[in-house]
């Protein structure tokens, strides 16, 4: 025999009632530059253990040198590292450098310029021991986190229906801005930061009204996600998230 209850006429599916949203909030936080640098610090951990390795071996073989092909490929790396983070390559500017690099590398495959190229790399002897890569990676490591997790926290944004705040934690300030009529907006994105900061972009808010205001948050990471729903939130009406 099947038992059946009841189920009362108030909390029935049909005849509750739609409740309320809960109160939401987003925060973003911008970032310094130094946010793309972590392949820095971990090319220079994977250098210093290929390093070491290769000290080992050499140890054993009398006459013989450290390969150019590690230091070689680090300073490489911080090269471009100073390019990609100083440099700002939006939208089409990230497709043209893009295309001019494969031209070039084309262009010296076609005169045949590249196994020159290859016979003068190894000239170009660049040798760092063990303890470089160890204590500059661990320098960098420990600089960025600081920056991550501390410094670039120390101000942000709040963001949550009819209201967008910026906080300062050192000083205790804030500002706050009506959300009505106000706009987000994602610049032009940045091949090179998008994939280094795991869909970093810059974030821009405009403000209208008499005190119309520009805010540009730098380097927010998931740019795309967090303007997705920023859009969502705010379209919110402040009574109904009450």
Do not use: C
């Amino acid at each position: 025999m099947t038992q059946q209850s009841e189920i009362p006429a108030g909390n029935s599916a049909a005849g509750a009632l739609p409740q309320p949203p809960a109160v939401q909030e987003i925060t973003v936080y911008g970032h310094s530059t130094l946010l793309y640098w972590w392949p820095a610090w971990a090319l220079g951990f994977l250098s210093a253990l290929l390093n070491a390795g290769q000290e080992r071996f050499l140890a054993t073989v009398e006459g013989a040198r450290p390969s150019w092909a590690v230091g070689l490929t680090y300073v490489s790396l911080l090269l471009l590292l100073i390019v990609f983070t100083n440099v700002k390559l939006r939208g089409i500017n990230s497709v043209v450098a893009l295309l001019t690099i494969a031209f070039i590398a084309v262009l010296l495959a076609w005169f045949g310029w590249w196994d020159d190229i290859a016979r003068l790399i190894p000239y170009l002897w660049v040798h760092m021991n063990t303890g470089f890569y160890i204590v500059f990676s661990t320098g960098l490591l420990i600089i960025w986190l600081l920056m991550f997790f501390v410094f670039d926290r120390l101000t942000y944004w709040r963001i949550r229906p009819g209201q967008m705040t910026e906080e300062h934690l050192i000083g205790g300030g804030a500002e706050s801005f009506d959300t009505n009529g106000l706009r987000f907006e994602k610049l032009g994105s940045d091949f090179f930061r998008m994939v280094l900061g795991s869909g970093a972009g810059d974030l821009k808010a405009t403000t209208t009204g008499d005190r119309g205001t520009t805010i540009e948050i730098p380097n927010v990471v998931l740019v795309n996600r967090k303007v997705h729903s920023i859009e969502r939130l705010i379209s919110v009406k402040p009574e109904r998230a009450s």
